[in-house]
């Protein structure tokens, strides 16, 4: 599978944890592509999946949006 289908898959089974990690991977490659604002678009769902869930990486992920100004 690739990542769109990854992302439709864990949204279907509601898997929050996955979730999380998939959002961070599509903002990393748009990060790659220097796509700032597409990368900060996909670490903000991570940021809200990972809230949700009380993911380990919450804190690492908000870090990093504060890093891009888009978060206080």
């Given amino acids: 599978m690739n990542l769109d289908e990854d992302l439709i898959s864990a949204h279907q089974t509601y898997n929050l944890p996955r979730?999380?990690?998939l959002y961070q991977?599509?903002?990393?490659?748009?990060f790659a592509r220097q796509d700032i604002d597409a990368g900060c678009f996909y670490l903000t769902h991570?940021?809200?999946f990972s809230l949700e869930g009380n993911?380990?990486?919450s804190k690492k992920i908000?870090?990093?949006?504060v890093d891009y100004g888009r978060e206080a």
């Fill in 62 to 65: 908000h870090a990093r949006l």
């Fill in 19 to 21: 979730l999380v990690v």
């Fill in 55 to 57: 993911h380990a990486d």
């Fill in 46 to 48: 991570a940021y809200i």
């Fill in 25 to 30: 991977q599509a903002a990393e490659e748009a």
